[in-house]
């Protein structure tokens, strides 16, 4: 349950990313630009309550890397399907190592 709250902490985070990504491709304060920013600070907020909670079942030095990783990955990978953006092979090389990383913290 506590790896179940902790993917979801992560998540939310990546989907607020995301949302800030969609709000940039329109005007600024445009009723799209709002709406993308609101639901994007909506689900910041539910990151936030959740990795505060994530805090509590983990230890902040086994947790908190491994989260911040898995975001960056996550949002990378996000970059790359829903917005075309590039990938290298230095950027591939980091996924990977980002994911060692997870694996040696974690166990």
């Given at each position: 349950m506590k790896?179940?709250?902790a993917f979801l902490s992560v998540l939310s985070a990546v989907i607020a990313q995301v949302l800030m990504k969609?709000?940039?491709?329109?005007?600024?304060?445009s009723k799209r630009w709002i709406v993308f920013i609101l639901i994007s600070?909506?689900?910041?907020?539910?990151?936030?309550?959740?990795?505060?909670?994530?805090?509590?079942l983990f230890p902040l030095s086994k947790i908190a890397p491994p989260s911040?990783?898995?975001v960056m990955i996550l949002v990378f990978?996000?970059?790359?399907?829903?917005?075309?953006?590039?990938i290298q092979i230095k950027q591939i090389a980091?996924?990977?190592?980002?994911?060692?990383?997870?694996?040696?913290?974690?166990?």
């Open positions: 790896y179940w709250i969609n709000a940039s491709l329109n005007d600024l304060y600070l909506i689900v910041y907020g539910l990151a936030f309550i959740l990795q505060s909670y994530v805090f509590r911040a990783i898995a990978c996000s970059g790359a399907i829903f917005f075309g953006e590039s980091g996924v990977i190592l980002g994911a060692i990383s997870i694996y040696l913290i974690m166990t």
